[in-house]
């Protein structure tokens, strides 16, 4: 089984996208509106797609998965993909967690 790892990044819904607006609703010079999409409060660092190999039934793989918080508070732990090449199968992993995130 041919296995690839992919870290859950920020949506590409329009919500998260950088919107820029006109308003020009009377007739005037437009009125620019601009919005910025809001950070996640946790970011995946390093690799955020990588090749995992093969792995036979039973074996295991270390991984070692790095967050930055954006934000205080408690945290859920961002998803997860394997993606099984061979099968062409995606295993999503939601629950992964919550993380306390405070300022020392």
Known sequence: MELLLDLATLDTGD???????????????????????????????????????????????????????TVTGLQTIPSLIIHELTMDRNYEFNDLGHVLVCVV
């Open 15 to 69: 919500e998260d996208d950088l919107v820029l607006t006109t308003d020009n609703s009377h007739g005037e010079m437009p009125h620019l509106f601009m919005e910025v999409p809001r950070l996640p409060a946790l970011l995946w660092t390093g690799l955020t797609t990588r090749k995992l190999g093969s792995l036979t039934p039973g074996q295991t793989k270390p991984v070692t998965l790095e967050l930055i918080p």
